[in-house]
């Protein structure tokens, strides 16, 4: 039973909870961020503190860095680690090929890093992601802050020359001040409305000086488990080419929901 859960956190946690059977002990193991992810972290600190779990968990932002720590989860750096077995992470869109764009919690750089130096990279969303096309969440860019102004022009110049629908882009704000990555730069969004060859795109956009990097990843997942509001999952491979369907029992989770804070 999912206590006061909303549909919206139930289909995360579902997600969150399946992917869990990816990991076992021994593991070197990829913590993504956001609300989607933090759900993973908090079903791998149960297994953890209640199974016995041995794993190595390398976090893709202070923010994960920090509820790693509370859940008891040992954590540790991607030089430590050098590579993973898996990472799970959540999106904010993933398409047919389980392509996806990430970062709209501003970790885009070291989870597209974490990811990539990763045998298997396993996203866990709700249904509201799933998109046809690429591009109607606004696609984060990562820009050192010096000159981003003229980053930005030359960014808006390139996005002509390109098969998209919208030109424009914003700077990330905190309030008055801009939004800052955990590497110190800014982000740029990028209003695209729809990416029609977003490996191009992607390509193209990480040429201009003063990018770091873009939140397209092409080619990275290998899984999506995507979560219902009732319970029921479905893990889509995209090496295997199968879907299958399944239904999470939510006993013996009483300890996760103790505290739902993000
Ligand atoms: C953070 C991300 C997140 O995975 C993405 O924004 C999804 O977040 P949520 O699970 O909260 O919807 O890319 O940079």
Same mark, same amino acid.
């Given at each position: 039973?999912?206590?006061?859960?909303?549909?919206?956190?139930?289909?995360?946690?579902?997600?969150?909870?399946?992917?869990?059977?990816?990991?076992?002990?021994?593991?070197?193991?990829?913590?993504?961020?956001?609300?989607?992810?933090?759900?993973?972290?908090?079903?791998?600190?149960?297994?953890?503190?209640?199974?016995?779990?041995?794993?190595?968990?390398?976090?893709?932002?202070?923010?994960?860095?920090?509820?790693?720590?509370?859940?008891?989860?040992?954590?540790?750096?991607?030089?430590?680690?050098?590579?993973?077995?898996?990472?799970?992470?959540?999106?904010?869109?993933?398409?047919?090929?389980?392509?996806?764009?990430?970062?709209?919690?501003?970790?885009?750089?070291?989870?597209?890093?974490?990811?990539?130096?990763?045998?298997?990279?396993?996203?866990?969303?709700?249904?509201?992601?799933?998109?046809?096309?690429?591009?109607?969440?606004?696609?984060?860019?990562?820009?050192?802050?010096?000159?981003?102004?003229?980053?930005?022009?030359?960014?808006?110049?390139?996005?002509?020359?390109?098969?998209?629908?919208?030109?424009?882009?914003?700077?990330?704000?905190?309030?008055?001040?801009?939004?800052?990555?955990?590497?110190?730069?800014?982000?740029?969004?990028?209003?695209?409305?729809?990416?029609? %060859?977003?490996?191009?795109?992607?390509?193209?956009?990480?040429?201009?000086?003063?990018?770091?990097?873009?939140?397209?990843?092409?080619?990275?997942?290998?899984?999506?488990?995507?979560?219902?509001?009732?319970?029921?999952?479905?893990?889509?491979?995209?090496?295997?080419?199968?879907?299958?369907?399944?239904?999470?029992?939510?006993?013996?989770?009483? %300890?996760?929901?103790?505290?739902?804070?993000?």
């Amino acid at each position: 039973m999912s206590k006061n859960l909303s549909p919206i956190d139930t289909a995360k946690f579902v997600a969150a909870k399946r992917a869990c059977d990816y990991v076992e002990s021994g593991m070197r193991v990829g913590l993504g961020t956001g609300s989607t992810a933090a759900w993973l972290v908090r079903c791998l600190g149960e297994m953890v503190q209640g199974d016995g779990l041995d794993i190595v968990g390398v976090p893709t932002s202070t923010r994960t860095a920090e509820l790693a720590r509370q859940v008891g989860i040992k954590i540790t750096s991607l030089d430590e680690a050098k590579w993973l077995d898996v990472t799970i992470d959540g999106t904010d869109e993933f398409d047919g090929e389980l392509n996806l764009i990430k970062g709209g919690g501003g970790a885009l750089l070291q989870e597209k890093i974490v990811a990539t130096a990763s045998d298997r990279m396993i996203v866990i969303a709700d249904k509201t992601k799933q998109v046809e096309t690429l591009g109607a969440f606004p696609l984060p860019v990562e820009v050192v802050p010096f000159g981003w102004q003229t980053t930005k022009a030359l960014i808006e110049e390139t996005l002509s020359s390109l098969d998209v629908l919208g030109d424009t882009s914003s700077l990330r704000m905190n309030n008055d001040t801009p939004f800052i990555t955990d590497e110190g730069n800014f982000i740029i969004d990028l209003h695209l409305g729809r990416i029609g %060859n977003a490996r191009q795109f992607g390509m193209v956009v990480n040429q201009i000086p003063g990018v770091v990097e873009n939140g397209l990843f092409i080619d990275i997942c290998d899984v999506v488990i995507i979560g219902h509001g009732d319970g029921r999952v479905e893990v889509k491979d995209i090496n295997t080419g199968t879907t299958e369907q399944d239904v999470i029992d939510f006993v013996d989770t009483e %300890n996760l929901f103790s505290d739902l804070a993000d």
